[in-house]
């Protein structure tokens, strides 16, 4: 069974950046976190990778190149 952690069990990790919506119809779900900290490498499920939407890395290049 392959299961993602949820928004509140990435909240307890040091937290780079949190995308958010820029029209009211967009969902901010998305949180960028610092891999490298002894939380992550024991945490479970181990945290090694985060994934994003299409629009939501467009969004992060584009900020960026900015």
């Known amino acids: 069974m ?35 900290t002894q939380a992550c490498e024991h945490s479970y499920p181990p945290l090694i990778s985060i994934t994003l939407g299409a629009q939501e890395i467009g969004r992060v290049a584009f900020e960026l190149l900015d």
């Open 2 to 36: 392959n299961t993602k952690p949820s928004i509140p069990e990435f909240s307890k990790f040091p937290t780079v950046g949190t995308l958010k919506p820029k029209r009211s119809t967009e969902i901010a779900s998305s949180r960028i976190g610092v891999m490298n």
